[in-house]
């Protein structure tokens, strides 16, 4: 077994129109934006809560993740609140940003909410 992260894109393919290429960015005030397809993943990372985002249109090799602000941010509080309700929905285990115990899944170390 290997990291996915690892290989290489395979090159291009010679008959045109066969394989779909990713959808370009919208340009919104000079400024590149995506479309967020679904919430995959939580954790909390360096006292911060984040969520691993599939982008439309792209593989999992673009998943990221981002800071739970930066997604109110983007997208509003009622956008992002129906993207936790479908994510929770699908993992009601899943980390979430109200948690009072803040610990990672992965890592060593844990945070906890001050009171």
Do not use: C
């Amino acid at each position: 077994m290997f990291n996915v992260s690892l290989l290489t894109r395979a090159n291009p393919d010679p008959i045109p129109g066969r394989a779909p290429a990713e959808p370009a960015p919208v340009i919104v005030d000079g400024h590149e934006e995506y479309h967020v397809e679904k919430l995959i993943a939580s954790n909390w990372r360096n006292g911060h809560f984040q969520y691993k985002v599939s982008w439309r249109g792209y593989g999992k090799e673009h998943d990221g993740w981002l800071n739970r602000e930066d997604l109110l941010e983007d997208l509003g509080q009622e956008s992002l609140e129906d993207y936790e309700q479908e994510f929770f929905m699908v993992h009601p285990a899943a980390k979430r940003h109200t948690d009072v115990e803040r610990i990672r899944t992965k890592g060593k170390r844990s945070l906890k909410r001050k009171q």
